[in-house]
């Protein structure tokens, strides 16, 4: 999965770099979120510190990889301002995706993201140290006790891996005719997503809470649930394009029998259970953003995955396919939708 899982590359009309407009709009909606747990984090450790340890878990790649990393900085140094510290900290930020990342088209946003930096801090004024850290953020990229405010943004919801248990005893498919939790996908199905979920989620708090500095803060969003039974989300709409493409023969059926995406929503009362069951980070606060529903990045998103089970060779016709799936049902698809914003600590 780690080889696999990653957007999609370069900087072509289909790029994730070319087609990641919704990310930044998930983006300005929560920066405000953001700014407050920043606010607070400056407010208990500014007077104090040299050097301050930034991550951005799930960073990706493409224009808006550093657009956190910028409101970090930008806020640190905003409240170094309004606090007459003279001397501000120096920050070192590391970026963490999996190790099929693009990193190479972040490096090259650097050097005009450093001038960037100069001309609204001072040159001199404040030093900041960017390095790339590849690997699974359901791991240990970090030692103990060295970081002091984690970042991750519509990255959980990617699963370490398909969840077990989708086929039967007899090896036949429990998810037929899904890519994911569907209208017609048995309960057993969601329970098995559920407890993946469940699994990742906990290994992902647990590492941080070994990672951060004691009181020191994690800032998640997340994308929830969609509970309305009448409308559809992105992955109904993939798989039935899927099963289109399987009653044209573009698709053997038992490929798609055999594919389930490694992708779950979960909703604020099961985020907050893993939270209080796993009581190495406490909730600070926690709120709701509003985002409208926006298609483009799907294929710089998807196509990766995709590509993996299926081949290369149906790539254009199920992307066609699916612009054309999207148009009908736009009425009936989940708009506005809700995000989950969490400001966490280590207790």
């Known amino acids: 999965m780690e080889q696999i899982l990653h957007t999609k590359e370069g900087e072509d009309e289909e790029s994730y770099a070319k087609n990641s407009t919704f990310q930044r709009l998930v983006f300005m909606n929560f920066n405000h979120a953001l700014n407050r747990s920043i606010r607070g984090f400056c407010q208990a450790n500014l007077a104090e510190a040299e050097c301050i340890r930034v991550a951005d878990l799930g960073c990706a790649s493409g224009p808006n990889t550093l657009l956190a990393v910028e409101s970090i900085i930008d806020s640190i140094n905003r409240e170094c301002h309004n606090l007459n510290i003279l001397k501000l900290p120096n920050i070192q930020v590391f970026l963490n995706d999996l190790m099929s990342n693009d990193f190479n088209s972040i490096f090259k946003l650097l050097p005009s993201f450093y001038q960037k930096l100069e001309e609204s801090c001072g040159r001199g004024s404040m030093s900041c140290f960017i390095a790339a850290m590849p690997g699974s953020f359901y791991g240990r990229p970090f030692p103990d006790n060295s970081m002091h405010f984690i970042h991750s943004s519509y990255s959980l919801h990617w699963l370490s891996q398909v969840p077990s248990g989708l086929v039967t005893e007899e090896g036949l498919p429990l998810n037929k005719g899904n890519i994911y939790i569907g209208k017609t996908s048995p309960k057993n199905v969601h329970d098995a997503y559920l407890d993946q979920f469940d699994r990742d989620f906990t290994n992902f708090l647990s590492a941080r809470a070994d ?38 023969g573009l698709i053997e059926e038992k490929a798609l029998d055999t594919f389930n995406l490694p992708h779950y929503r979960p909703s604020l ?36 995955i995709f590509q993996a089970h299926f081949g290369e060779g149906i790539t254009n016709d199920f992307f066609t396919k699916l612009a054309a799936n999207i148009s009908p049902h736009q009425g009936k698809m989940k708009s506005p939708i809700n995000s989950l914003v969490l400001s966490l600590s280590r207790t």
Do not use: C, W
Request: proline fraction near 4%; charged fraction near 30%; charge should be negative.
């Open 211 to 248: 990672e951060l500095v004691f009181g020191e803060h994690l800032f998640v969003t997340l994308a929830p649930k969609i509970d309305d039974p009448v409308a559809y989300n992105v992955q109904d709409l993939l798989g039935m394009t899927m099963i289109d493409m399987v009653s044209e």
């Open 269 to 304: 009362e099961e985020v907050k259970a893993i939270i209080e069951k796993n009581r190495a980070l406490k909730i600070r606060y926690l709120d709701t953003i509003q985002l409208r529903y926006r298609a483009r990045s799907l294929r710089a998103t998807y196509e990766p």
